[in-house]
């Protein structure tokens, strides 16, 4: 079973900057799409960065400009970096790998999210 570990979420001031990182084991972490989502409290989980097996990325639109997502393969790590942070960036952050079969079907896997909160 695939296994994604996070680290490096905290408390952080406004303006401010943090490094999540993401390592997995149990995977062939080159074929897959690796991605960060978060959930901030009473909202949805939603897509904030993503980088696919070409290095090809997306992000959502607040975070443009601001946050950059990167991969190593050789040592099965993903990276968020996030600068000038805002109150509303605050959440759980979830490393997510997606393993996209042909025929349609993709494999999602998480990790059990580390805490990023904003705040003065």
């Known amino acids: 079973q695939v296994q994604l570990v996070e680290s490096g979420g905290g408390l952080v001031q406004p303006g401010g900057s943090l490094s999540l990182s993401c390592v997995g084991s149990?995977?062939?972490?080159?074929?897959?799409?690796m991605g960060w989502y978060r959930q901030a409290p009473g909202k949805q989980r939603e897509l904030v960065a993503q980088m696919s097996e070409d290095e090809s990325t997306n992000y959502t639109e607040s975070v443009k400009g601001r946050f950059t997502i990167s991969r190593d393969n050789a040592k099965n790590l993903v990276y968020l970096q996030m600068n000038t942070l805002k109150p509303e960036d605050t959440g759980v952050y979830y490393c997510?790998?997606?393993?996209?079969?042909?025929?349609?079907?993709?494999?999602?896997?998480w990790g059990q999210g580390t805490q990023v909160t904003v705040s003065s």
């Open positions: 149990r995977m062939i972490f080159s074929r897959h799409v």
């Open positions: 997510n790998a997606v393993l996209r079969v042909p025929g349609g079907m993709d494999f999602h896997y």
